[in-house]
């Protein structure tokens, strides 16, 4: 497989981070955003939306990390990144979903470079905006987590799933964007669970072959 991604994209960090846990080996190919690599023709080739990340398998090429995801989870169903049980598999995909609908589509790249470039925002304003939709998408996240007494360490269970799989990218976003973590005691203590594990440690943006060298 071969996984078109950028190192500090939330789609593409969401995606490594379901391989990883699937532990199913993948080609790293980056596309750099900083460059607008990925509105070029060569990459407009693989995904005419011009987004990441795409992950190509022989003439197979998948587009849109949740069904990436969902598409992994049917052809590589172990481990499992969804409860079996019907109402849980429901409360991991609307987890997974406050993230993945309400939260990172409105703070995404294109969204902050439009508020920066079209509409003048300056970087404050930027700051405010993802500040608003981050917070309002955790105090959500962080009720629900609150009220799951049985959950163990992490999202739901005591393993991960989609949930986790779709929160870790966003804290690390919500740290880069100076979002402050500390009414969300769960979700901090999700994400140092993830950290402890290999699949989430290697899939981190910091460790990326794309990501800047200290």
């Not at 994209?9 to 969401?14: A, E, I, L, V």
């Not at 969204?111 to 470039?117: A, D, G, I, Q």
Request: hydrophobic letters at 45%; aromatic letters at 8%.
């Amino acid at each position: 497989m071969k996984l078109y991604n950028f190192f500090r994209s939330g789609t593409s960090h969401r995606l490594r981070i379901a391989l990883n846990l699937k532990g199913i080996d993948y080609e790293y190919v980056p596309v750099d955003l900083r460059t607008e690599e990925h509105l070029g023709a060569a990459f407009k080739a693989v995904n005419p939306q011009a987004l990441v990340p795409a992950l190509v398998e022989g003439d197979l090429t998948l587009i849109q990390s949740p069904a990436i995801i969902e598409w992994l989870e049917e052809r590589y169903p172990t481990p499992a990144l969804l409860p079996a049980n019907a109402e849980d598999r429901a409360r991991v995909r609307a987890l997974a979903a406050i993230v993945g609908c309400d939260i990172h589509p409105i703070n995404n790249r294109r969204v902050l470079e439009y508020l920066r470039k079209t509409l003048g925002c300056d970087e404050a304003a930027v700051l405010a905006w993802c500040d608003t939709w981050i917070t309002a998408g955790f105090d959500a996240l962080e009720a629900l987590l609150a009220a799951d007494t049985s959950r163990g360490p992490f999202c739901f269970g005591n393993a991960p799933t989609l949930a986790d799989v779709y929160l870790i990218p966003q804290v690390e976003s919500a740290r880069r964007f100076n979002v402050d973590l500390t009414p969300y005691p769960n979700i901090v203590a999700i994400d140092r669970a993830c950290g402890e594990l290999d699949a989430f440690r290697r899939a981190a943006p910091a460790v990326q072959p794309d990501a800047p060298k200290a």
